[in-house]
């Protein structure tokens, strides 16, 4: 399985309770796999309709924060947009979203076990330690992470294996947040991220793996329907 990155991106300082992000690469392709990570102050989402809610988790320093990590694998008819619903009252909320095509049929790891979420409600300049087993090698793992109350993210540092993606902040209540991947996981992955522009009172990490099966692997004659 081969899996690429097609684009990257971010956005902060948003309060609208039906908030439209419009993908920068446009629609997606049939077969194409869209990752959001939110971070949002005083306030939560609802899973848009279609797509599928990875992980969630909150912090609680400095105020109340809610994360959330999505995806959805484009059916071929895919808008260029996506509306994430919300009460947001008078906090903010950072967005970071990336897509990758694969060769093969793309699907959710499922293996479960380790710990794939974690958070920190003291101040610190890096996320808390995950653990996220894989079913097998060449996976796409997918970390989101980020924090609350300091100043905005920057000088962002990826480990563990992970590449940079997109980072961000809302520019005026300290939400920050960032998105980093690995195109060939194999292994317990263990996502590190760290930064340069001061500490946050709370700090979250959640990661999340992908498979993509080719049409002529077991998995993919399954997911045919042909065996």
């Known amino acids: 399985m081969t899996f690429t990155l097609v684009n990257d991106g971010d956005t902060g300082n948003w309060s609208d309770n039906a908030y439209a992000y419009d993908f920068p690469s446009g629609a997606p392709a049939a077969g194409e796999l869209d990752v959001i990570g939110v971070n949002m102050f005083s306030g939560t989402m609802t899973t848009p309709s279609g797509w599928t809610l990875a992980r969630t988790t909150s912090t609680t320093a400095g105020g109340t924060c809610h994360q959330y ?24 909320a950072v967005l ?18 380790g710990t794939p979420t974690a958070t920190s409600n003291s101040d610190a300049a890096s996320t808390p330690a995950v653990s996220l087993p894989l079913a097998g090698a060449g996976e796409l793992a997918v970390a989101y992470g980020g924090g609350f109350n300091g100043p905005a993210i920057g000088g962002v540092t990826w480990g ?11 520019g005026f209540n300290g939400v920050s947040d960032a998105m980093g991947y690995d195109l060939s996981a194999s292994g317990a992955q263990a996502p590190e991220l760290s930064w340069t522009s001061g500490t946050m009172s709370a700090q979250f990490m959640m990661a999340q793996a992908f498979t993509a ?8 004659l399954l ?4 065996v």
């Open 213 to 220: 099966a080719s049409a002529s692997s077991p998995a993919g």
């Open 160 to 170: 563990g294996g992970f590449t940079a993606a997109a980072s961000g902040d809302d």
């Open 69 to 92: 990590l999505i995806y959805k694998v484009a059916g071929g008819s895919d808008p260029s947009s996506v509306e994430l619903a919300n009460d947001i009252s008078g906090g903010g």
């Open 96 to 113: 970071c979203w990336a897509r990758w095509s694969a060769s093969g049929t793309i699907a959710a790891d499922a293996t479960g076990g």
């Open 223 to 226: 997911m045919a329907g042909i």
